[in-house]
């Protein structure tokens, strides 16, 4: 993550994923790892995560739209300011999202072709 103020060392956040998909939800967790084969680098700051998920649930009604319940909470470490930090999640949450959507649509896409051909 790159800081938008200058003198500010860039953080970065290793973690482990886990998804579970059911009929009408998939949720998406994330926990803090630590794995030697992804050491820390010199002159970045590591974060953690103390709560990182996401839910998105189909419309009641919609099949074809979605809600996404978002739930994030880094330990960014050492001292950020306060707008560094909203700077920060407001534009990460955005793109997280639009990168999400885009994610699903295309798998969702993919599915749809495959069982169309498959008949």
């Known amino acids: 993550m790159n800081m938008p103020v200058f003198g500010m060392s860039n953080r970065d956040f290793l973690s482990y994923s886990a998804k579970k ?3 009408k939800e ?3 967790f994330n926990k803090t790892a630590t794995d030697a084969d992804w050491p820390e680098i010199s002159g970045i ?3 953690e995560l103390t709560v990182s998920g996401r839910i998105i649930r189909e419309k009641e ?3 074809n ?3 996404m319940t978002s739930l994030l909470q880094p330990d ?6 306060t707008f560094a930090i909203n700077a ?3 534009d990460g949450t955005i793109k997280g999202q639009a990168w999400l959507r885009d994610f699903y649509q295309k798998t969702y896409k993919k599915t749809l072709d495959e069982n169309e051909t498959a008949e």
């Open 88 to 90: 920060k999640q407001v």
């Open 26 to 28: 998939v949720i998406l």
């Open 61 to 63: 009604g919609d099949p």
């Open 65 to 67: 739209s979605s809600t």
């Open 76 to 81: 960014y470490k050492g001292y950020l300011p």
């Open 21 to 23: 998909t059911t009929e």
């Open 45 to 47: 700051v590591r974060g």
